[in-house]
């Protein structure tokens, strides 16, 4: 049985400097479990984009989930330093792009 890495996307990007995360799925290993999208993003278009992945609300949707083992944080850099300090107390992996 294969292991997979489970990855939580928060994304507090402006829709211009967005990070667009490719086909986690073709990456062997990895799974994108759940995305959180800055506010004014559509659900139907947060799920076109991300259709495996649970579209959540709130960033502890993801970083209290005993499931995700790698969060990757696209952020402004005002606010990505303490949204990572969260992600690290939690005991998760962060990536910050």
Same mark, same amino acid.
Do not use: C, W
């Given at each position: 049985?294969? #292991? =997979?890495? !489970?990855?939580? @996307?928060?994304? =507090?990007?402006?829709?211009?400097?967005? =990070?667009? *995360?490719?086909?986690?799925?073709? @990456?062997?290993?990895?799974?994108?479990?759940?995305? *959180? @999208?800055?506010?004014?993003?559509? #659900? +139907?278009? /947060?799920?076109? +984009?991300?259709? +495996? #992945?649970e579209i959540?609300?709130?960033?502890?949707?993801?970083?209290?989930?005993?499931d995700i083992?790698?969060?990757?944080?696209? #952020?402004?850099?005002?606010?990505? *330093?303490? @949204?990572?300090?969260?992600?690290?107390? /939690?005991?998760? !992996?962060?990536?910050?792009?």
């Amino acid at each position: 049985m294969e #292991a =997979f890495k !489970n990855i939580g @996307l928060i994304e =507090f990007g402006v829709p211009e400097k967005r =990070f667009r *995360l490719g086909s986690v799925s073709s @990456l062997k290993g990895y799974k994108l479990r759940k995305v *959180l @999208l800055p506010e004014g993003h559509s #659900a +139907q278009s /947060a799920r076109s +984009q991300y259709p +495996q #992945a649970e579209i959540v609300q709130d960033k502890r949707e993801i970083i209290q989930d005993e499931d995700i083992d790698l969060v990757i944080v696209s #952020a402004p850099s005002r606010t990505d *330093l303490p @949204l990572v300090g969260e992600v690290l107390r /939690a005991g998760k !992996n962060v990536r910050i792009v």
